[in-house]
């Protein structure tokens, strides 16, 4: 499969301040609040809805509706996540809710922490390194807490106890180590009973490489071995998750006489389609009516999405991100995409691995209105859609760019001290104030536009032929793709930048972060693995060894503090063309060894002494190193027949009343569904 989803990278937000023209974020009220909350490694933001009063109630309305689909299948995550995610979410959100102790004892402050924690990663493992969260809290304790929960709260005690506090059970919710089994050594809840060689096994057997529109296999399954047979449990009404699906379909067909239009209503009765067959030629039907709606200014995603969370890059977690067109920042992503046959013929890559004909390429700037499952509360910035690589030659994709989300995180990051910490001098941290916000922004619409949607595999190539390192080399081939068109002089000719040094501030931002900055997400002596990270490090890496006999770019020492210099930057877009090139290749060709090697080579091992000295630095700022959103609520209103006839926007709901009024409201899945 292809990737699609951009995360915001790490510490770009924080060197953000402020910008000029057009690329300047929205002005929003000097008053709004923007942090919800600090905790552990973590800080979640509030973000807003600007244009969401200027829709039409027709418009408000389908969006809530949609909003309510949207929620309604949290807890499908929180169970693929892992098997027993959500009888602990009962059983800690129950000791919390009903603690009537010191609140002050520090057994329960460390489960406070604990409980914002697993709402954060939708489950017991952090969203971004994998690893299961350590409890402050002791065993004894919350067994004696649990004790005074009303009778029949908690049923396997016994059962949850070693999954929370024995750092040896399910350590890892997503595995990627060279050379193991991945699933067997991953704790999601994707796989049951069943080896990475059987599953191997028994899609390759499916799969005919002579289809020109082949289904995405497992992207809606959980795959487990029954009697002895390896066999798939398909998420679908009437079947596995079948209480959500229901309450989502419910919202779907309440919003359809709501819809713009009769492409909208299509799209949304499709969808509806698929949720109940769980048939993937029902998805693929309802990816091409998406992408192919470029009309309507309401839009939205929903269902299994982005496989981030399989060790095998296969099945999508569970995601929903409901938002509505941007039209004045549209024009820029626009632009964009009305030139994208230019941006493919002049791409550095082998012509034999370029698209004749870019077809179908639309982006656009939007607001979003609510982020759930896998966007929620951390988000993407930018999503470019369907992954499917034959659906995107045929019928084209749609990109998009959450500029509400990046406004926020801007807005959020003000003051920090990041760029006076770690930028090696004042012409540069001017430059990335002045330029960077745009030069982000572009960056995103660029991979997501153009990056995903560029290139093409040869004839008989499975798209999933890079197996565990799809996603990290699908995220490089788009970020490279992103970099080198930034520097090129056909920004300035579309009016997309006002200044030829603007690039700059996003090349060096880039390469910091890859090199160094990132590492504050990472434990002493862990390896770099999430495939956002990876992508970066690569990047950075194999530019700073690449570039070496020229000097391009250096480490400095100053005052005992390592800096980031970059010395030549034509001669680093050049690389990154270099680079673009090869990655190119090894998707196009299905190359596994090639792109293996790469990935193993820059993008998974750490300097022990840089990370100890980033981590250091970095700790004197007080910055949280991961950041995510809580949502407005959208409250309907009715006439005297209870007939729903606009709905409203408020702001200012608090982090864990907002999850714990989702785990009270939207509950649809039994706490022991997988538990045996």
Not at 413 to 422: C, P
Not at 627 to 641: E, L, S
Request: glycine share 8%.
């Amino acid at each position: 499969m292809s990737f699609s989803k951009l995360i915001i990278p790490a510490m770009a937000a924080l060197a953000i301040t402020s910008s000029c023209g057009s690329g300047k974020p929205a002005a929003e009220p000097a008053d709004f609040d923007y942090t919800a909350d600090r905790f552990a490694d973590i800080e979640v933001l509030r973000y807003q809805v600007p244009g969401f009063e200027e829709l039409t109630p027709q418009q408000r309305i389908f969006i809530y509706y949609l909003t309510e689909a949207a929620i309604a299948g949290r807890d499908i995550l929180w169970d693929q996540n892992g098997k027993y995610n959500l009888a602990i979410r009962d059983l800690i959100e129950g000791v919390y809710t009903n603690y009537d102790g010191d609140r002050k004892d520090k057994n329960f402050k460390a489960l406070e922490t604990y409980l914002k924690q697993i709402e954060f990663a939708s489950g017991i493992h952090h969203h971004y390194s994998m690893d299961k969260f350590t409890p402050g809290f002791t065993q004894e304790w919350l067994v004696a807490q649990a004790g005074k929960l009303p009778e029949g709260t908690v049923t396997n005690l016994d059962t949850l106890l070693p999954v929370i506090f024995d750092p040896t059970v399910m350590p890892k919710r997503v595995n990627q180590a060279e050379g193991q089994d991945l699933i067997l050594t991953s704790a999601n809840n994707l796989y049951d009973g069943v080896s990475q060689a059987e599953v191997e096994n028994y899609f390759n057997a499916l799969k005919d490489t002579t289809d020109l529109t082949p289904v995405s296999w497992g992207l809606n399954t959980r795959v487990v071995k029954e009697n002895g047979k390896v066999t798939e449990q398909v998420y679908k009404i009437g079947g596995l998750y079948t209480q959500a699906l229901e309450r989502i379909v419910e919202n779907l067909e309440k919003s359809l006489p709501y819809a713009e239009n009769d492409a909208q209503k299509d799209i949304v009765s499709k969808l509806i389609a698929y949720f109940r067959s769980g048939d993937l030629k029902d998805f693929d039907a309802y990816s091409i009516a998406w992408a192919e709606d470029t009309k309507s200014q309401v839009d939205f995603i929903n269902g299994f999405i982005e496989d981030y969370g399989d060790p095998l890059g296969m099945t999508g977690a569970y995601e929903s991100i409901v938002n509505f067109k941007n039209n004045e920042a549209s024009h820029r992503t626009e632009i964009i995409s009305g030139n994208a046959q230019w941006f493919e013929d002049h791409s550095p890559v082998d012509p034999r691995f370029r698209k004749e004909e870019v077809k179908g390429v639309s982006a656009k700037v939007i607001t979003a209105a609510i982020l759930a499952g896998d966007a929620y509360p951390a988000t993407p910035i930018g999503i470019n859609l369907p992954n499917a690589n034959w659906i995107r030659a045929a019928h084209g994709s749609k990109s998009v760019t959450l500029e509400n989300i990046t406004g926020a995180y801007d807005k959020a990051a003000h003051g920090n001290g990041y760029n006076e910490e770690f930028v090696i001098d004042q012409e540069t941290s001017d430059l990335m104030d002045k330029y960077l916000f745009i030069t982000d922004n572009l960056h995103t619409d660029l991979h997501e536009c153009l990056g995903h949607g560029s290139g093409k595999l040869l004839p008989g190539v499975d798209q999933g032929a890079l197996k565990a390192h799809g996603s990290t080399l699908e995220e490089t081939r788009a970020d490279l793709f992103a970099l080198y068109y930034l520097g090129d002089p056909k920004l300035l000719e579309l009016g997309l930048l006002d200044n030829p040094d603007a690039y700059k501030a996003e090349y060096y931002k880039y390469i910091l972060n890859g090199l160094m900055t990132q590492l504050t997400r990472i434990e002493p002596g862990k390896d770099v693995e999430e495939a956002h990270m990876r992508n970066r490090q690569l990047i950075a890496k194999w530019a700073l060894e690449k570039g070496q006999p020229e000097n391009v770019i250096e480490f400095v020492k100053r005052d005992g503090k390592t800096f980031i210099k970059i010395n030549d930057y034509e001669k680093l877009r050049s690389l990154f063309g270099d680079l673009l090139a090869e990655v190119q290749r090894i998707k196009s060709e299905g190359d596994y060894a090639a792109g293996a090697a790469l990935v193993e080579q820059y993008a998974v091992k750490v300097d022990p002494e840089l990370h100890k000295e980033v981590l250091d630095r970095y700790s004197h700022l007080n910055i949280a190193p991961y950041k995510g959103f809580v949502n407005p609520i959208y409250k309907p209103v009715t006439d005297a027949d209870g007939n729903i006839t606009d709905v409203t926007i408020e702001y200012g709901e608090d982090y864990l009343p907002q999850v714990l009024r989702y785990s009270k409201d939207y509950r649809t899945l039994p706490a022991n569904l997988t538990v045996k």
